[in-house]
C-alpha cells in the first residue's frame, strides 16, 4: 500500500500554512475519537489500559489554554466505564462541585474513579484548591461506595496523587 504524503485541494494551490494546522488539527481530533472509541472496549490487562487513558489525556490536555476537569469512571476490574467532562474553567482553574460528579456516576456501574484536569501554566504541583477538591470529592464518593483511584494534573509532565501518596483517605 503507498501512503500519499501530499495535500490534494479542490483547486490544486498549495496549501497555507493555516491549511495545513487545519488539516493537521483534523487529523488529531479523528485519531483522539478512534482512541476514545478503543479505550471504552472491555480490556483484558487493565493496568495496561489505565497508561493508555493517561496518555490519551496528556495528548488531549497538553494544549489546552483553559483548565479542563474530567472523570473517570471505572468498573470493579478498572476498566473504564464512562468519560465524563465536568468543568470548562479558565486559563488558572475550573469550578468543580462534587454533586455533579455524584450525578454523572450514579446510574453507572462505576466502582472507582478517576480525576483528571490540566494546568494550562504547564506546572503539575498541586494547589491548594486542587488538593481541597480531591478531598471533598473523596468525601462525596464515601457514602454510595465509589473508591477515588487517582487524581492526575496534566502540563508539560503529570502528576499523581496516587503515586505521590497523597490521595485522602478514610477518617
Known sequence: MEVKTEIQTPYQTTPTPDMLEAFENN???NALEIIENRLMKPVSDPMNHAEAVE???RIKLRS?????????GLDAQ?????IIEISNG???GAIVYPREIIRALINTTAKGVVLIHNHPSGRVEPSKEDIQI???IFDALNPIEIQLLDHI???KTSYSFANAGKLPTKK
Open 78 to 82: 478498572n476498566r473504564l466505564v464512562k
Open 153 to 155: 494534573i496534566i502540563g
Open 27 to 29: 487529523i488529531i481530533a
Open 90 to 92: 479558565t486559563t488558572n
Open 134 to 136: 480531591t478531598e471533598q
Open 55 to 57: 496518555k490519551y489525556f
Open 64 to 72: 489546552e489554554i483553559i483548565e479542563q476537569f474530567w472523570v473517570l
